[in-house]
């Protein structure tokens, strides 16, 4: 069965600083991969997602991640974190199945940053 | 651009009373789901609709059941509700058998007294 795990439940970086949220998923063939920010009281947008091609994709907001199948890895990087880049951040995994494409979300990772 | 609303952003019920959420998108999807949030446990899907008419129960369907009569709506409704159903509750579509990502609302923050 495919599983998503955010190993860190919370982070917490200086603002200016570079960042990197780990995401390792659990799934039998090439998998899609999606990266969503919620932030306080929104719900969740998309950042960037995955799907074939090139390894290390662009996402919205200055975001960046990079696929590593041999290490089942999904890990979203920010050279420069911002203030406003304080909120929740879930990686998911999809497939094809009955009824539709479904997705799997991990637990979350809360980034605080600070001054 | 995909528009998901949800017709209230706080709710507060009392335990034992029938709950009604709805949400609405714009951009004629046919699937839309309904799961919940909680710290810790991330995003839990309870019921999903691949088109009018249609369901299916998610991870966590117990408790809840849905209804949707038009595309464009899908509502989520606590028969009885209880205080372990005080939650965030997140609406989201997307196209039919795409790969593709979800729009989301802005959710339903559900507490029961």
């Known amino acids: 069965a495919q599983s998503v795990t955010q190993p860190d439940i919370h982070i917490t970086v200086s603002e200016g600083a570079s960042l990197e949220l780990r995401c390792n998923y659990s799934?039998?063939?090439?998998?899609?991969l999606f990266w969503y920010v919620q932030s306080p009281g929104q719900g969740l947008q998309l950042l960037l997602k995955?799907?074939?091609?090139?390894?290390l994709v662009q996402g919205i907001k200055g975001f960046e991640a990079e696929f590593k199948r041999s290490q089942s890895s999904f890990n979203l990087r920010k050279p420069s974190v911002h203030w406003s880049d304080a909120a929740e951040y879930f990686c998911?995994?999809?497939?094809?199945?009955?009824?539709?494409?479904?997705?799997?979300f991990g637990a979350g990772t809360r980034l605080f940053v600070k001054a | 651009d995909v528009k998901v609303t949800q017709s209230s952003r706080y709710l507060v019920k009392r335990t034992g009373e029938k709950v009604f959420l709805e949400c609405v998108q714009d951009?004629?999807?046919?699937?839309m789901f309904w799961y919940r949030q909680d710290p810790g446990l991330g995003l839990r899907l309870i019921y999903f609709s691949y088109d009018v008419k249609m369901k299916e129960k998610g991870d966590i369907p117990e408790g809840y059941s849905v209804s949707r009569e038009k595309k464009e709506r899908f509502s989520l409704i606590l028969e009885s509700a209880s205080t372990n159903q005080t939650s965030m509750y997140l609406c989201a579509s997307r196209p039919y058998r795409e790969v593709h990502e979800q729009y989301f609302g802005p959710g339903t923050r559900l507490t029961v007294t």
């Open positions: 951009m004629d999807h046919e699937n």
């Open positions: 998911a995994v999809g497939a094809l199945g009955t009824g539709g494409f479904k997705t799997i």
């Open positions: 799934y039998g063939a090439t998998p899609y």
């Open positions: 995955y799907f074939s091609g090139d390894t």
